[in-house]
C-alpha cells in the first residue's frame, strides 16, 4: 500500500449528493478524497426535484403533485416531521442549489431554478412531471407547455422506451395542438439506437445538418420541436441552439428511462472538474473502514483495484445512498443494515412492514422511510442516541424520514443535506 | 348470445374441455373473468407428476397423474420438458418413509428407480450433502401456458370456438330444472350480456362452490393457497422433491431457464384475495434449506400463488384433502344441463375435461367418442412465444437488427409482440400488457417487468393499439400486478431491482399519481397548466 492520503474529508459515495458535497467542501478549502460506484448519477433523471409530491396521509386520498415547492414544505413537515427537510432552512436549499448550479454552468451544463414555481415537463411516458430546477436544453418545453405553444414531439426510430405518440396523446388534454413525427437517425446503421449514441452522433456539426434535413418536413407548423434527451453529451445547450437555428424553432429535451444522457452528462461533468479542483476521486471503487475511537480521525481503504490506497480523514461524509447505491443493505430475516459502519437503521419491524400491499399506494412504501436517524449538524445517531463519532455526518437519501420516490424530493435532499453537513464542518467558510 | 355449450372457466380443465367437445364435433363458448389460466393453472409448479408425490397418502390420485402424465408426454410434447425426478431424504427425516415407498410406488405402479446418495449427488449437485437417500421417478414439466392456450387454438380451428376474457359469469336464471339464461358482466366495461346455452358447464376450480350456488346447487369446496419462489435461475436438471409426507417448501421444480420452490397450505375463504406473503415465501425457504442449502443465497425475482381447488370431505386441512378430481351432475339439486368439475391437478386436466365431456355429451344425445387419448395436441405457432428460451434461440439464429428486444432479461423481440398481437388480438381489442405477458415471457426475468412494461408499451402505443391514456392505465395495472409477486421476495438483489423499478415508475414516469383516464379534457383545467 502507497503512503497513506490525508485528507479533511473523505466522501463516501458518488450520487448526487456526495457529489454536490465533493463541490462544497473543495469551493471551502477542504481537502477531500472520495469514492463510490459510478452507476448511481447515470441512473438520474438529470431535472433536480426540491418537492414535486405530497403523499396521501391516510387511506384512501390521493398524492398530490406540488406546485410551489417552498410553500408546500411547511405542509410536508406537519406530515413528516422527521423529513430531513426539518433540518434544513428553505433558504440553504435554494443557496445549496445555486452553488450547485454555478458548478454546472461552469462544466457547460447550465440548469435553470423556477423561483417560487416547480417547472412542469413532460416524461417520455407522457405523464407531468413537478419539478424545482431542470437542465436549459429543457425549458422551452415547459415553457410551451405553459403557454400551450404548439409543438411537435419527435421519437428516433429504433429507439426503445420512446414513444412520440405516447406523449402526445396523454399530454392532448393540457398540452393541445402537439404534433408527432419519426425519424431515422442519418447516418446511424439501423436497428436499436441508444440515446448515447445519438447524443455523440450529434457532437459533430454535420450531424446536426443532417438531422435538421430530415426533421424540417416532418415538423410542420409547430414552433418548438421535442426530441428525446439526445442534445449532445457536452455542452448541449450549444447543439440544442444550433439546432434550433437550424430548423428555425426553439428545440427541447425530454428524459429519457435511464440510463439517459442527462445523467450520463452529469457524471462526466462532475467526474471531469472535481480532480482539478484537488479532489481525488476514485471512481468505481469502495471507502472502508471501522468507526474510530472518539477523538480518532478515520482510516479508511480505498478498495476495488489492485493498488489500495489509505486515506487518513478528519472527517467522513457518508453519501452512500440506499440500496441501489449500495449504502443500505437488505437481506432476508435480518433488519436492514447501514453499510460501511454498520450504524443503527431507523426501519420497520419485520420485512412484512417494508412494503404496502398495492404498488402504486398514494401513501408510498415505508421501506424507503427507513435510514439514519441525524442530529441537527446532521451526524449519524449511534445505539445510544448520540451521535456515532463527532467527525462522522451523512447527507442525501441514505437519510431517514423521506421518500424520495414518491416526494420527489431526491436531488434537494442530496444537495441541501450535503451542504449543510459540509458547512457544519467548515463553520464560517 | 347463443352457443351449444358454454364453459365457464379458461384454466386447464376449461380450455381441455372445449377442445375435448370440438374433438367430438361440439362447439362451445368460454367466459373467463380473467385470462386463460387466471386460476389455479396459472398459479401451479408446472409438475407433470409422475404420481410419486401422492403413493404415500392417495395410491387413487397417485395411479391416475402417472397414466395422463404419460399420455401428455407422447400427445402434447411441445409442452414438456421430460426432465426426470428425484425424491430425496435428508438426516432426520423419517427413515420408516424411506424403507415403505418403493412399495408404495410399486402399488401405484410407478416406476422407481433407487439411488446411492452419492449418486443422486453428482445427478443434481445442489443437493445437500446430508442426502440419506434417493430414489428416481418419472416426473417431467409441463408448461401451462402454452398448454391452455394450444387447447384454446385448436378448439377455435375446429369449431371456432371462442373466448370471452374478462368476462365473469354473474347469474344464473333456473327454469324447469334447466339453467336457461347465464348472466355475465364484463370486468372492464361493467357491460351486462347474457348467455344461453343448451348445456353449462362449471369449470371454475376453487370457485366452483360459488358458481354452482348461483344454480342453486352445493359443492363443499375447501380453498387451499399455496406459494411458490422462483428463482433467477436454474438450479437442478430434475425435478426434487423431498421424500417426506407433502409438506411446505418440498419440491423444486424446473420450469425452463428458472427453478420454482413450493409450496405452502393456508385455507382462505376467499379465492379472488389470494396473495403470496412475506410469511409464506420464508416458510417455503426455511423448509427446503435442509434439502438445498444453497437456496440461502439464491436470488429470487418472484413469488406467486394459486389456490387448490379442493373438495372438503368434513375437516381436515388441506393436505389431507384428496388430490382426486369431482365431477357433480347437480341432480341433486334438480338440474339437468349444468355440471361442475373441480378437485384434480393440472395432470389431470385431460381425463377430467373427457369425464365432463362424456356427461355433456349424453346430455346433449351426441355419440362420438373421446378422442384426446389419442389424437396429438397441435402445436400452435403463437404459443410458442411462452417457451423459456425460444425467443433467445431465435434472436440467436435470425439476429434481425431492425427488430429491437423489448424485453432485455428474456430476449422477446418487437416482432414477438406484434405476431401476438396479430394472432391472438382478436381476443384482446384493448390490449393489457398483462395480456401479452402471459403469452410471452414479458416480464418474466430479473427486471420482472419494470423496464420492458415501459418499452412494450410504447411499442403499442407506436403500432397505434394505444390511442389514449388507457394505454398509461394498463401500465400501472401491469406494473401493481407485477409488484404482488415481488413483494413477499424483496431482499438482496431483487430488493434493489424493485428500487430501481420504483425510482422509473414512480419517481419518473409518477405512475402513482392519479388514474390518467380521469385526465381533464383538453382546456377544462386550466390548473395543471399554470
Ligand atoms: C400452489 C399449487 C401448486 C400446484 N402444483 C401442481 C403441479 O405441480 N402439478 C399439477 O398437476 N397440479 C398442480 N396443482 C393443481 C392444479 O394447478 C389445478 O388442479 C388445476 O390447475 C386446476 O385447473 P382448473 O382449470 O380446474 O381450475 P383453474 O385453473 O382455477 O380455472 C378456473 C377458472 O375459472 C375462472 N372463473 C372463476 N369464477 C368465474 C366466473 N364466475 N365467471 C367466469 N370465470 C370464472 C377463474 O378465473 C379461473 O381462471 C397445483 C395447485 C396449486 C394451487
Known amino acids: 500500500m502507497s503512503t497513506p492520503l490525508r485528507c479533511d474529508l473523505a466522501i463516501i459515495g458518488t450520487g448526487l449528493a456526495g457529489m454536490a458535497a465533493a463541490v462544497f467542501a473543495s469551493s471551502r478549502g477542504l481537502s477531500v478524497a472520495q469514492a463510490g460506484s459510478t452507476g448511481a448519477i447515470s441512473y438520474t433523471s438529470g431535472v433536480f426535484d426540491v418537492l414535486g409530491a405530497l403523499p396521501a396521509v391516510a387511506q384512501g386520498q390521493p398524492a398530490r403533485p406540488v406546485e410551489r415547492p417552498f410553500e408546500a414544505l411547511a405542509e410536508l413537515l406537519r406530515d413528516e416531521p422527521g423529513h430531513p427537510y426539518a433540518l434544513l432552512d428553505p433558504e440553504d436549499i435554494r443557496l445549496a442549489f445555486h452553488e450547485v448550479m454555478d458548478f454546472l454552468r461552469e462544466a457547460g451544463l447550465p440548469y435553470r431554478a423556477g423561483g417560487e414555481k416547480n417547472f412542469l415537463l413532460p416524461t417520455p411516458a407522457g405523464t407531468l412531471k413537478h419539478s424545482w430546477c431542470v437542465p436549459e436544453t429543457t425549458l422551452p418545453g415547459c415553457e410551451a407547455l405553459a403557454e400551450g405553444a404548439p409543438a411537435c414531439i419527435v421519437a428516433i426510430e429504433g429507439m426503445k422506451g420512446f414513444s412520440a405518440r405516447q406523449v402526445a396523446v396523454n399530454l392532448a388534454p393540457y398540452w393541445p395542438g402537439l404534433t408527432t413525427a419519426r425519424v431515422a437517425m442519418p447516418g446511424h446503421p439501423g436497428g436499436e439506437v441508444y440515446p448515447e449514441q445519438v447524443a455523440r452522433m450529434l457532437e459533430v456539426p454535420a450531424a446536426r445538418r443532417a438531422l435538421a434535413e430530415a426533421l424540417a418536413p416532418l415538423v410542420g407548423p409547430a414552433r418548438v420541436v421535442g426530441l428525446p434527451a439526445v442534445l449532445g453529451m457536452h455542452r448541449p445547450g450549444d447543439v440544442a441552439a444550433d439546432m434550433a437555428r437550424l430548423l428555425g424553432r426553439a428545440v427541447f429535451e425530454i428524459p429519457t428511462m435511464p440510463p439517459g444522457v442527462p445523467g450520463i452528462r452529469l457524471k462526466e461533468a462532475f467526474e471531469g472538474l472535481l480532480p482539478g479542483r484537488g479532489v481525488a476521486l476514485f471512481c468505481q471503487q469502495k471507502l472502508v473502514g471501522p468507526l474510530p475511537a472518539p477523538g480518532a480521525p478515520f482510516r479508511l481503504r480505498v478498495t476495488g483495484q489492485p493498488v489500495e490506497h489509505e486515506v487518513l480523514a478528519d472527517r467522513v461524509l457518508l453519501c452512500s445512498g440506499r440500496f441501489l447505491g449500495g449504502g443500505l443493505g437488505g437481506l432476508r430475516g435480518r433488519p436492514i443494515t447501514e453499510t460501511v459502519f454498520g450504524l443503527p437503521v431507523a426501519q420497520p419491524e419485520d420485512r412484512s412492514g417494508w412494503y404496502r400491499q398495492d404498488y402504486l399506494d398514494p401513501r408510498g412504501h415505508e421501506v424507503h422511510r427507513a435510514g439514519l436517524r441525524v442530529d441537527a449538524a446532521l451526524r449519524p445517531l449511534g445505539p445510544g442516541g448520540a451521535p456515532a463519532h463527532e467527525g462522522l455526518f451523512a447527507a442525501g437519501s441514505i437519510l431517514a424520514g423521506q421518500d424520495w420516490i414518491r416526494m420527489k424530493c431526491g436531488a434537494g435532499v442530496a444537495i441541501a443535506t450535503a451542504f449543510k453537513a459540509v458547512r457544519a464542518m467548515a463553520p464560517g467558510r | ?530
Open chain 2, 1 to 530: 348470445m347463443r352457443t351449444d355449450v358454454l364453459i365457464i372457466g379458461a384454466g386447464a380443465t376449461g380450455t381441455g374441455l372445449a377442445r375435448d367437445l370440438a374433438l367430438r364435433g361440439v362447439s362451445c363458448v368460454v367466459v373467463e373473468t380473467g385470462d386463460v389460466n387466471s386460476g389455479a393453472s396459472g398459479g401451479n409448479h408446472g409438475l407433470l407428476h409422475s404420481g410419486g408425490r401422492y403413493v404415500s397418502n392417495d395410491t387413487e390420485a397417485a395411479r391416475e397423474c402417472r397414466e395422463e402424465g404419460a399420455l401428455i408426454k407422447r400427445l402434447a410434447p411441445q409442452c414438456v420438458e421430460d426432465c426426470g425426478g428425484l425424491f430425496v431424504a435428508v438426516a432426520g427425516d423419517d427413515e420408516r418413509f424411506v424403507a415403505d415407498y418403493p412399495g408404495w410406488c410399486a402399488a401405484a405402479g410407478i416406476e422407481v428407480c433407487c439411488l446411492e446418495p452419492a449418486e443422486a449427488r453428482a445427478m443434481e449437485p445442489v443437493l445437500s450433502p446430508k442426502v440419506i437417500a434417493a430414489f428416481a421417478v418419472p416426473d417431467a414439466t409441463i408448461d401451462p401456458f402454452r398448454l391452455a392456450l394450444e387447447n384454446m387454438a385448436h378448439a377455435h380451428a375446429l369449431t371456432g370456438c371462442t373466448l370471452l376474457r374478462r368476462t365473469r359469469v354473474t347469474g344464473m336464471d333456473v327454469d324447469a330444472g334447466r339453467v336457461v339464461r347465464v348472466h355475465t358482466v364484463n370486468t372492464v366495461s361493467g357491460e351486462a350480456g347474457t348467455i344461453e346455452a343448451a348445456q353449462v358447464v362449471s369449470a371454475t376450480g376453487a370457485w366452483a362452490g360459488r358458481v354452482a350456488a348461483l344454480a342453486g346447487a352445493h359443492i363443499p369446496m375447501l380453498c387451499s393457497q399455496g406459494t411458490l419462489l422462483v428463482t433467477h435461475e436454474r438450479m437442478t436438471r430434475r425435478v426434487v422433491n423431498r421424500l417426506r409426507p407433502p409438506g411446505n417448501g418440498d419440491i423444486l421444480v424446473p420450469g425452463g431457464t428458472v427453478s420454482i420452490l413450493g409450496t405452502t397450505s393456508v385455507t382462505v375463504d376467499d379465492p379472488d384475495r389470494a396473495r403470496p406473503t412475506v410469511a409464506e415465501a420464508d416458510e417455503n425457504l426455511r423448509q427446503a434449506l435442509p434439502m438445498i442449502p444453497s437456496l440461502a443465497y439464491t436470488r429470487f425475482v418472484r413469488a406467486y400463488c394459486g389456490v387448490r381447488p379442493l373438495i372438503s370431505a368434513g375437516g381436515g386441512d388441506g393436505r389431507a384433502v384428496s388430490r382426486g378430481f369431482m365431477l357433480y351432475d347437480h341432480t341433486d339439486a334438480g338440474l339437468s344441463n349444468f355440471c361442475s368439475v373441480t378437485g384434480g391437478k393440472l395432470t389431470t386436466f385431460r381425463l377430467m375435461a373427457e369425464k365432463t365431456a362424456d356427461l355433456v355429451c349424453a346430455r346433449l344425445g351426441v355419440t362420438a367418442p373421446c378422442r384426446t387419448r389419442t389424437e396429438p395436441l397441435p402445436a400452435a405457432p403463437a404459443c410458442r412465444w411462452t417457451e423459456p428460451g425460444f425467443a433467445p434461440r431465435l434472436w440467436a439464429q435470425r439476429h434481425d437488427a431492425d427488430d429491437p428486444l423489448l424485453c432485455e432479461c428474456e430476449m422477446v423481440p418487437a416482432s414477438a409482440v406484434d405476431s401476438i398481437m396479430n394472432d391472438c388480438g382478436q381476443q384482446f381489442p384493448d390490449p393489457g400488457l398483462q395480456a401479452l405477458g402471459k403469452r410471452s415471457r414479458i416480464g418474466k426475468g430479473s427486471c420482472q417487468g419494470a423496464f420492458c412494461g415501459v418499452r412494450v408499451a410504447a411499442h403499442l402505443y407506436d403500432t397505434g393499439h394505444y390511442t389514449s391514456p388507457r394505454g398509461l392505465a394498463r401500465m400501472r395495472e401491469f406494473f401493481t400486478e407485477r409488484f404482488k409477486g415481488q413483494r413477499p421476495i424483496l431482499w438482496g438483489p431483487q430488493l434493489i431491482q424493485a428500487e430501481l423499478a420504483e425510482a422509473l415508475h414512480c419517481g419518473l414516469l409518477g405512475l402513482e399519481l392519479g388514474d390518467p383516464e380521469a385526465a381533464p379534457a383538453a382546456g377544462k383545467d386550466e390548473e395543471a397548466r399554470s
